[in-house]
Structures are given as C-alpha cells and as structure tokens.
DNA sequence: GTTTCGATTGTG
DNA sequence: ACAATCGAAACC
C-alpha cells in the first residue's frame, strides 16, 4: 500500500450514492486482524427511485442500517448462505448505500485463504459473497462504523480512483437494469466475472 | 399462516 | 444447467 492509510471523514458518506461509489474505487476495506483489499468493483443502489435496492419498498428489520447514519456498513444475508457488505452513503433520501463487489487482496491473505477454503488467488475476492466469506464478514458486523469503528474500516492509502472506471449494468438483478450503476477498476483481474443471465419466458 | 425468491456461488 | 439453503418479503 503506497503512503498511509487515513480513514475517510463521515462527510465522505454524505454525497449522492453513485458519487460515492466511483469514488470508493481503489480505496481499502481493511478488518481489525489485519486482512485488507482493494475496493475494484462497486455498485450503487439509490433510494426512492430505485426498485432494485432492498430500501425500495421502505424500512424493515432487515435493511434498517440503510436508513442510518452514512458511513456505516449494511450486512445482509442471501440465497440462505451468502453475506454482502455495502457502505451505507446517501444525501438527502435515506436508505442508499453501495454495494461492495470485488477486492484485490493486500493484506492477510493466508488467513483469505483459510477462510476460501483453496481457491485461486483470482477468485479469493471477487464476487460480493467471496470477499465477506475472505475477510469474515458476517451479520455480526451489520450497522458497524466503517469511519470510527473498531471493526472492518475503508481507509484512504492514497491511490486515485480511476480516471475512467469502467460502467454497466448491476448484476444478479431483474428490475432497474437500465441504470449503469456499476462500476470497477479498468482491466483489473480482480474484477469479478459477471455471468450472463438466462432469461426464461 | 403460507409461499416465493433472492444485490450468489460452486459444481456438472 | 442446476442445486445449495434459509430468512425476509410478498401474498392470502
């Protein structure tokens, strides 16, 4: 990691979601045990508008982080055994957050390893489900400040979001697939490998 | 109360 | 192409 890594300051959190996500490109998701990544794929799920968010039909127990303080992260659990992490970021409406996609590993990676269960080191983090599983990310840590927490944190290490991070559409969703709400890092080998999704009549 | 389905992944 | 696996959301 070049230069120090410095937390981001909760005005960070503060903007519009999809703002935020791009800008979350390149940045650190680092666990109190030392294991960090590389954020290199991101996609933003927007309030109000957005019908593929889980905050689209309002507040429930499940997704009420989202409707918290910007800056914390939203943990849920799917498809009866997978976690996902999201950095809850919004300006204005509440419950928006963006969800994180992919990591290049940095940090701790023999513990990554342990936790995958031997894969390759191209897919120890690159798919939303992957990288909790890597870095032992659980409901546990639903509703965790990533700005002043003791737990997970995304620090700042100096390195730029890319200048042109690459758009398209979400994936895993069937509905608001017109906005390009995804992003990652050009020509990253981290980038997970969106699969192309059967649509039956 | 009951049914459906998912911001996924690994295997065949 | 399909199963795994379970809680939240949706529906009645």
Redesign the pocket.
């Known amino acids: 990691m070049p230069g120090r890594a410095r937390p981001l300051p909760r005005a960070f959190y503060r903007r519009e979601t999809t703002h935020v996500a791009r800008e979350l490109l390149n940045k650190v998701l680092r666990m109190p045990d030392g294991r960090a990544g590389r954020i290199v794929e991101v ?1 933003a ?1 927007c309030a109000g508008v957005d019908p ?6 309002g507040q ?4 009420a982080t ?1 409707f918290g303080e910007p800056g914390h992260m ?1 943990v ?7 976690w ?1 992490a ?1 950095a809850v970021a919004w300006h204005g409406v509440p419950g928006a ?1 963006v ?1 994180i996609r992919a990591l290049e590993p940095l940090r701790g990676l023999p513990a990554m390893y342990e936790a ?1 269960g031997g ?1 390759s080191e191209r ?1 120890l983090c690159s ?5 909790t599983q890597a870095l032992g990310i659980t409901g546990a840590q639903d509703g965790a400040d990533l700005v002043r927490g003791d737990g997970p944190r995304i620090l700042d290490d100096g390195t730029p979001p890319p200048l042109h991070p690459v758009s398209t559409p ?5 509905v608001g697939t017109d906005r390009l709400w995804r992003w990652y890092v050009p020509a990253n080998p981290h980038v ?1 490998a969106a ?1 192309v999704q ?1 649509v039956q009549e």
């Open positions: 996609e799920y593929a968010a889980h905050t689209y039909r429930t127990a499940r997704n989202m939203y849920y659990f799917t498809y009866g055994m997978h996902c999201n957050g969800l995958r894969v897919l798919g939303p489900a992957r990288l979400r994936v895993g969703i069937r997970s699969r059967s």
